[in-house]
């Protein structure tokens, strides 16, 4: 049980928290004011010595915690050895005393409310630095000037002991862009000469920064000039974020219980920057302090990153928090000569990085950033407690990956800033007055969709492919001239645009008219574009069915092109999907290569906007600005999907209906390339969806669906005048009921109705196929032709992951899909039962494009403020349950 009083926030008196007399190190809050998620311990829910500046009006601010004086302009960057030399000559405010400050000193100016950005991004209209922009004046890096919005780095004297990169000279520095500490090297890495920094000079208490550590004999070890007292031992071994928080509000030690989980600017205090693995051997911390050896993921000694209680908010995240790194701080660098990654100190001992609070460290087996970022998760701990803290009940925020940067907010309303983030992060910007003319014309003619959305698939798709990373060399596709290629031999340009596309995913089918004005602009700019066709992710939306070999594949593409009437050629996906598989199941995913083919810019959703601003940032600016309404590209309505309930009874498993993997089988699947619509003798007009229950998945015995439709690309349909279509199903060992069935007699002529079959199935054994075939009279009336078919199916017990969702039909678990919401209806009576269908089913039907029986702001069309009000569990999402709860409260 803790013994350090709680009071309220509103409660606290931030002037009566001035640090203590006699400190000549007190480490300033870092600002902190809301907790993220349920568990107890975060940084906010311990208040000490919060930040306190005075303005003198004469171009410095005093920090009125540590007694340093600042200059308030950090004015434009220079080298390192500028910045050492222009000290002395520096006369702000009357002044001859100014002096670089160090490591220490500088990061007591940083403030955890700040967002880390997108380090693609060129937007900063809705970012906060990580530093008091009231008193201080800051500046993000310039795009114009070939900068990151992130090259906002502060130079200091603190050179570091070792070397990072391939023994690079570096110097430890504070980013307030991005807010972190990392060792920089002082020659730029892209050849451009000495690298530059901002600098904010500082004078006063010469002793801040330097510890005086007192052994206390019982395992706690207190710094007199920090007022901290911390455990002279740490874990000894590695937990997650949440972990760590319980591991340190459990904790009795010493004769105390009051032990907490140090904020980053605590557990920076402790850092011995004159010491590293390198150089002497050891951790960077004074030898008073235990320090447990590990062996890092390169295989040699070293000590390990600490979690602090800090969160490290960002325009993508809250999920992610502070560490300080007391051995290397280890990032995966690729080799410019054999393109091997390697690993290296990127960072340096001492550095201040961040990770996920919670997950697994193998999904990032090159990290993350662009220095490759190694991520651990399983941090070790190091506790403390005293100092001038108050323990507080914090306003939580929900713990949740923001779909948005904040908005537009006040820099009046500081101490609520995090409140503020969470809320713009719903509501967004419906429109941007700061986007540029580019951004502009590729959103035009899209209606008010916001398209430039941050999703949390963004930020996981960003991660997967980092920047300079390359396809591997096994990765196949079908080429322009449909030749079966690597698909790192198409890099012929200086750049190559690479956009994701099908038939039936509305993303592309909105979008791609963006790309096309993008394409436009910049062909002759030496960039190349290619859109990708890839297994259909929506398979039957506008009648369209996922093909069963290449042939059929290619036809597609043929359609597509005069479909859509686009200009950028295709390339084609192969039939085991691997480029859909390699990008992570992204329909719509858009990438640019340089011609080394190592990737330079990444979406997961396709978007003419960030294209255009990437490549912008590559080329230059276009010569002219296409709008896509001079392209005179056809326009498409909401998506519709065949249903068979006009003149057949659909066919349905009961609860959840996983699509099963399907082949064209016969002496057809050896045929050579078909051309679109013109397939020959041995037409394949029909195309098959098997689905699974999941009994029939789990055990091999229960339902299978057999789902039969007409491929709206080649023009045919049921002769229904001739014998209905039968089919036969041929199983080694499994036994199927009915192995023989033929589908009802119809009265009309011709139709393109599905043909739909429930089978019960025992015994199937995973990796033996069961043959499918189907004999049925096909027609076309407009090209006057009528004539017998049979094709032949392979179907294996076996999910197919790029089998995609069709809607009403492939279900899932929780009751969210039609099976669960008719379960639903029938505890209902009639009358309610049909009321409550039609009430959440029509919004559900207009805006849910997904087929997941929910709606994300992605898909929502109108006011923002009105998904808001809808959205009443504040999931980001609604459901059907919520429009009735709506409706019924109107």
């Known amino acids: 049980m803790k013994t350090t009083a709680r009071i309220g926030t509103a409660l606290i008196s931030l002037a009566a928290l001035s640090s203590p007399a006699g400190l000549t190190y007190p480490v300033v809050d870092t600002g902190q004011t809301t907790a993220f998620g349920k568990d107890k311990g975060q940084d906010a829910h311990y208040l000490a010595n919060p930040p306190s500046y005075k303005d003198n009006g004469d171009g410095t601010v005093t920090d009125n915690v540590t007694g340093l004086m600042w200059i308030k302009d950090p004015g434009e960057k220079i080298t390192w050895e500028q910045a050492m030399q222009n000290a002395s000559k520096c006369r702000t405010g009357g002044y001859d005393d100014w002096r670089l400050p160090s490591i220490k000193e500088l990061y007591s100016l940083i403030q955890f409310t700040g967002l880390d950005p997108d380090p693609m991004s060129t937007d900063t209209g809705s970012l906060i630095p990580f530093i008091d922009t009231d008193v201080f004046d800051f500046k993000y890096g310039d795009p114009a000037k070939n900068e990151r919005i992130i090259d906002s780095q502060f130079a200091t004297t603190s050179i570091y002991t070792s070397t990072t990169m391939r023994g690079a000279k570096t110097m430890f520095g504070v980013n307030f862009a991005d807010g972190r500490i990392k060792g920089y090297g002082l020659e730029d890495p892209r050849g451009r000469g000495a690298k530059t920094f901002h600098v904010l000079y500082v004078r006063g208490n010469p002793e801040y920064g330097k510890n005086k550590f007192k052994n206390n004999g019982d395992g706690t070890v207190t710094d007199e000039a920090t007022g901290l007292t911390w455990m002279k031992a740490d874990s000894g071994k590695g937990m997650d974020w949440p972990s760590a928080l319980e591991y340190a509000e459990g904790m009795e030690f010493a004769g105390h219980d009051d032990w907490r989980l140090p904020t980053a600017k605590e557990l920076q205090s402790l850092v011995d920057y004159s010491r590293a693995p390198d150089s002497t051997g050891s951790a960077a911390i004074d030898p008073v302090f235990q320090c447990t050896e590990i062996t890092n993921p390169g295989g040699k000694k070293d000590y390990a990153a600490y979690w602090s209680s800090t969160t490290h908010l960002s325009t993508r995240s809250n999920t992610s928090a502070a560490y300080v790194n007391f051995g290397r701080a280890l990032g995966w660098m690729e080799d410019r000569r054999s393109g091997e990654k390697q690993l290296l100190d990127v960072h340096g001992a001492g550095a201040q990085r961040s990770d996920p609070k919670t997950g697994d460290a193998s999904e990032f087996p090159y990290g993350r950033g662009p220095q490759g970022d190694v991520i651990s998760i399983d941090n070790m701990v190091r506790l403390v407690r005293g100092g001038n803290v108050e323990q507080v009940d914090p306003p939580v925020a929900r713990e949740t990956r923001m779909r948005e940067s904040s908005g537009d907010q006040s820099r009046q309303q500081r101490p609520n800033r995090q409140q503020g983030q969470q809320q713009n992060a719903r509501r967004g910007q419906r429109q941007n007055p700061g986007m540029n003319v580019g951004q502009r014309t590729a959103r035009s003619g899209q209606g008010s969709r916001p398209r430039d959305k941050v999703r949390s698939r963004d930020t996981e798709f960003n991660e997967k492919f980092p920047m300079g990373s390359k396809l591997p060399n096994s990765?196949?596709?079908?080429?322009?001239?449909?030749?079966?290629?690597?698909?790192?031999?198409?890099?012929?340009?200086?750049?190559?645009?690479?956009?994701?596309?099908?038939?039936?995913?509305?993303?592309?089918?909105?979008?791609?008219?963006?790309?096309?004005?993008?394409?436009?602009?910049?062909?002759?700019?030496?960039?190349?574009?290619?859109?990708?066709?890839?297994?259909?992710?929506?398979?039957?939306?506008?009648?369209?069915?996922?093909?069963?070999?290449?042939?059929?594949?290619?036809?597609?593409?043929?359609?597509?092109?005069?479909?859509?009437?686009?200009?950028?050629?295709?390339?084609?996906?192969?039939?085991?999907?691997?480029?859909?598989?390699?990008?992570?199941?992204?329909?719509?995913?858009?990438?640019?290569?340089?011609?080394?083919?190592?990737?330079?810019?990444?979406?997961?959703?396709?978007?003419?906007?960030?294209?255009?601003?990437?490549?912008?940032?590559?080329?230059?600016?276009?010569?002219?600005?296409?709008?896509?309404?001079?392209?005179?590209?056809?326009?498409?309505?909401?998506?519709?999907?065949?249903?068979?309930?006009?003149?057949?009874?659909?066919?349905?498993?009961?609860?959840?209906?996983?699509?099963?993997?399907?082949?064209?089988?016969?002496?057809?699947?050896?045929?050579?390339?078909?051309?679109?619509?013109?397939?020959?003798?041995?037409?394949?007009?029909?195309?098959?969806?098997?689905?699974?229950?999941?009994?029939l998945i789990r055990t091999g015995t229960g339902q299978l669906y057999l789902g039969f439709r007409q491929d709206p690309v080649l023009g045919a349909a049921w002769n229904n005048l001739a014998t209905p279509p039968k089919y036969r199903i041929t199983a080694r060992g499994a036994k199927v009921t009915p192995a023989m069935a033929a589908a009802p007699e119809l009265s009309v002529e011709h139709d393109t109705e599905p043909r739909e079959f429930l089978v019960d199935v025992k015994n199937w054994k995973t990796g033996t196929p069961i043959k499918v075939e189907i004999q049925y009279f096909a027609c076309n009336e407009e090209k006057g032709w009528c004539e017998a078919v049979q094709q032949e199916f392979t179907v294996w017990l076996e999910k197919d992951e790029t089998g995609g969702m069709v809607a009403g039909r492939t279900h899932f678990p929780g009751n969210n899909g039609q099976a669960g919401r008719n379960a639903q209806g029938q505890q209902r009576s009639g009358q309610d039962q049909r009321r409550g269908q039609n009430q959440g089913g029509s919004i559900l039907e207009r805006f849910d494009t997904d087929n997941d029986g929910k709606i994300s702001e992605d898909e929502f069309r109108g006011p923002i403020e009105r998904f808001i009000l809808l959205d009443e569990d504040n999931d980001g999402y609604i459901t059907e349950d919520e429009v009735r709860t709506a409706r019924r409260n109107r």
């Open 475 to 695: 990765l196949k596709l079908y080429n322009t001239d449909r030749k079966l290629v690597a698909a790192n031999s198409i890099f012929k340009a200086k750049y190559t645009v690479i956009v994701g596309g099908c038939l039936t995913c509305p993303e592309y089918r909105n979008s791609y008219p963006e790309i096309e004005a993008v394409a436009a602009d910049y062909r002759d700019k030496g960039v190349q574009f290619y859109f990708l066709y890839q297994s259909l992710t929506h398979p039957e939306n506008w009648g369209f069915v996922q093909p069963t070999s290449i042939q059929e594949r290619f036809a597609q593409v043929d359609h597509a092109k005069e479909l859509l009437q686009t200009s950028i050629p295709w390339l084609t996906d192969t039939m085991d999907n691997e480029m859909k598989l390699h990008f992570a199941l992204t329909p719509n995913s858009q990438f640019v290569f340089d011609r080394d083919g190592k990737i330079v810019h990444r979406s997961s959703w396709g978007r003419g906007s960030s294209l255009r601003e990437s490549l912008e940032k590559l080329v230059g600016p276009s010569d002219k600005i296409t709008d896509i309404a001079e392209l005179n590209l056809p326009t498409f309505g909401p998506r519709k999907t065949s249903a068979a309930n006009s003149l057949l009874e659909p066919q349905r498993l009961d609860g959840v209906a996983v699509p099963l993997r399907v082949a064209a089988g016969g002496d057809e699947a050896d045929l050579e390339y078909m051309h679109s619509r013109n397939f020959g003798k041995s037409n394949r007009y029909v195309k098959l969806r098997p689905e699974a229950d999941q009994q």
